[in-house]
């Protein structure tokens, strides 16, 4: 799948220039698309039942739709929280954490694999750093874990493995992502990250104009 484009990393205007000009297709494609995606939670092309055949066999050849896979899930009996170890499409692993508090849930997403911090508080500093992580695969997690769950998270926190803010291009795509109405359509309020206080990061992020919390 290495020379194949992957699905979760491109936002709705990316996928209606690459079905228009690649595909031959309408730009309302991409919202069907993405409908199924980000809000469907559906990976298998062959479930795109409003996509012609034809169609759906093109993009089975030339996109790869893998979100994260399940290898471990642990849950505390105390508060029903729940860790999850995903496998990324080169073998990678990262982690996202589940927390439930009354009807809501919330997801802490990973932006790294490690960490090139090296924080002495921090197991995942200590165990070095291999690589950032795509906006896909980050936002791919909270989709991960809601079709694992089989429910909607209503907060994300960026607060898993990696500093975010190392890592700033993806972190803020994978935002918009989920922000996005025509995508995940998660309210901005909602999305909060958290750093170490990478200073370029933290002005990035204001000069984007994205009204997301900040937790320093």
Not at 22 to 29: A, G, H, L, N, W
Not at 56 to 81: C, H, N, Q, V, Y
Not at 142 to 154: H, Q, S
Not at 178 to 183: A, F, I, S
């Amino acid at each position: 799948m290495a020379n194949k484009i992957y699905a979760l990393d491109l936002d709705n205007q990316e996928w209606s220039r690459l079905l228009e000009e690649k595909f031959e297709q309408p730009r309302f494609r991409a919202d069907q698309i993405c409908e199924w995606i980000w809000q469907k939670r559906t990976f298998d092309t062959n479930d795109m039942t409003n996509l012609s055949k034809p169609l759906r066999e093109k993009l089975e050849s030339r996109m790869d739709f893998g979100a994260p896979i399940l290898i471990k899930e642990e849950r505390s009996s105390i508060d029903g929280t729940r860790k999850y170890l995903w496998q990324l499409r080169d073998g990678q692993t990262v982690e996202s954490i589940f927390m439930k508090q009354g009807d809501r849930a919330t997801a802490c997403i990973s932006t790294q694999v490690g960490c090139p911090l090296g924080c002495t508080f921090c197991a995942t500093g200590l165990s070095g750093y291999i690589r950032n992580l795509s906006a896909g695969e980050i936002a791919g997690q909270v989709l991960a874990m809601e079709k694992t769950a089989d429910r909607d998270i209503n907060n994300v926190v960026y607060m898993g493995m990696g500093e975010p803010f190392l890592n700033t291009e993806a972190v803020l795509k994978s935002v918009r992502m989920l922000n996005d109405p025509k995508m995940r359509n998660l309210g901005i309020r909602h999305i909060a990250i958290s750093t170490s206080g990478i200073i370029p990061g933290i002005l990035e992020l204001a000069a984007s104009g994205l009204g997301v919390r900040l937790a320093v």
